[in-house]
């Protein structure tokens, strides 16, 4: 099992670009989310998934977008990009019962 | 809204102290807890996993212990050692397997 991956690692955008970042899971989970995490800061939720066809926001979710068309995929959508977005944001998945498993991030700076 | 606060915020031990880290949440209608340890520029990993049924888990020099009553929950660490700097997160979960988590302990364990 992979478990969580995460692409790209490291991107850097300018104002107003658009990017998708992909996160996918091998593990047959439901449960999908993206964090956003600030330098010093704790995890912030963007959007999060409890099923094939099924999406929320979470906390932060302004100027970002997902879709879950399969259970393994869950992308996240930047559209206009801003510095403010400038972070590390993680993808992590959860099983019925079981802990969470999260990605190894995706460093994005905005320019 | 679940808010989840980590206390302290940076702790320097010399190594073999035994330490605790301390995490409270606000609305106790939780269904489980989890423990992070987070290396800088990595991702998170899971330590321990409490259920909402349980009062602790153990794994190796770890312990967790969970009151939900009180909306606490603390993090044992036995004879610290260097390879243990790193933050440590809590997060909880609600309704929606929704993980809100704390803004983390940072430990420096000095040789």
């Known amino acids: 099992n992979a478990g969580v991956t995460q692409t790209p690692k490291f991107r850097i955008l300018k104002i107003g670009q658009s990017m998708t970042l992909q996160c996918t899971q091998d593990?047959?989970?439901?449960?999908m989310y993206w964090y956003r995490q600030d330098p010093g800061m704790g995890l912030k939720l963007i959007y999060y998934?409890?099923?094939?066809?099924?999406?929320d926001k979470g906390e932060v979710p302004n100027g970002y977008n997902v879709s879950r068309s399969t259970t393994e995929d869950f992308p996240l959508r930047l559209e206009l990009a801003a510095p403010s977005q400038t972070s590390v944001y993680f993808c992590?998945?959860?099983?019925?019962?079981?802990?969470?498993?999260f990605g190894q991030g995706t460093r994005l700076t905005v320019v | 809204k679940q808010e989840v606060t980590q206390i302290p915020a940076a702790l320097s031990v010399p190594e073999g102290e035994n330490l605790v880290l301390n995490c409270s949440f606000t609305?106790?209608?939780?269904?489980?807890l989890q423990w992070f340890r987070q290396d800088p520029g990595k991702g998170l990993t899971s330590l321990l996993l409490?259920?909402?049924?349980?009062r602790e888990q153990t794994s190796g020099r770890l312990n967790a212990s969970l009151d939900k009553s009180s909306g606490r929950s603390t993090l044992y660490i036995a004879a610290s050692q260097p390879g243990d700097s790193a933050t440590y997160l809590c997060a909880v979960s609600n309704a929606g397997n929704m993980l809100t988590f704390g803004g983390g302990t940072r430990l420096m364990v000095k040789p």
């Open positions: 992590a998945s959860i099983g019925q019962y079981t802990e969470a498993f």
């Open positions: 998934s409890v099923g094939a066809g099924i999406t």
């Open positions: 409490i259920q909402s049924s349980q």
């Open positions: 609305d106790s209608a939780i269904y489980n």
């Open positions: 593990m047959n989970h439901n449960y």
